[in-house]
């Protein structure tokens, strides 16, 4: 390996590490734990994981799912027929035509400020760190 490219490898492995240990002091500032993959954009996840878990559709997926799955596993052919018909049922009745409605109802149950906060957030937080730019 030429001096070069072992210089290139030493600053991106030097990069991975800075971004881990970042990762790490944030989600021990939050008071949660980081996982190796942890990268920016994790404030945009963190609200959606809160609007999901306050979901009424979450509660009743989480009830109805054990249910399903296991008369999918006793009757699969049954499982194969139901997502045909809903299949089906999809195809006539078309939906996406009231999409302007749901859309809008669902717009209105996301928090989309903190979204756009949490954006603009990490947005600044990308520019005040370049790690391709020497220190001043």
């Given amino acids: 390996m030429n001096p070069r490219a072992a210089q290139e490898a030493a600053l991106e492995h030097a990069r991975r590490q800075l971004a881990h240990s970042r990762a790490e002091l944030l989600a021990h500032v939050r008071g949660t734990?980081?996982?190796s993959s942890e990268t920016s954009g994790s404030d945009?996840?963190?609200v959606l994981q809160q609007w999901w878990d306050r979901h009424p559709l979450k509660t009743a997926l989480q009830v109805a799912a054990p249910v399903l799955l296991g008369q999918a596993?006793?009757?699969?052919?049954a499982a194969l027929l139901?997502?045909?018909a809903a299949g089906a049922a999809l195809v006539l009745l078309r939906p996406w035509r009231a999409?302007?409605?749901t859309a809008w109802a669902l717009l209105r149950s996301l928090p989309l400020q903190t979204l756009w906060t949490a954006y603009l957030r990490h947005q600044k937080?990308?520019?005040?760190?370049?790690p391709t730019k020497?220190?001043?």
């Fill in 33 to 35: 734990r980081a996982s």
């Fill in 44 to 46: 945009a996840n963190d």
């Fill in 73 to 77: 596993k006793r009757h699969p052919a």
């Fill in 82 to 84: 139901l997502a045909a």
């Fill in 99 to 101: 999409l302007p409605w």
């Fill in 125 to 130: 937080s990308r520019r005040a760190f370049d």
């Fill in 134 to 136: 020497p220190p001043d």
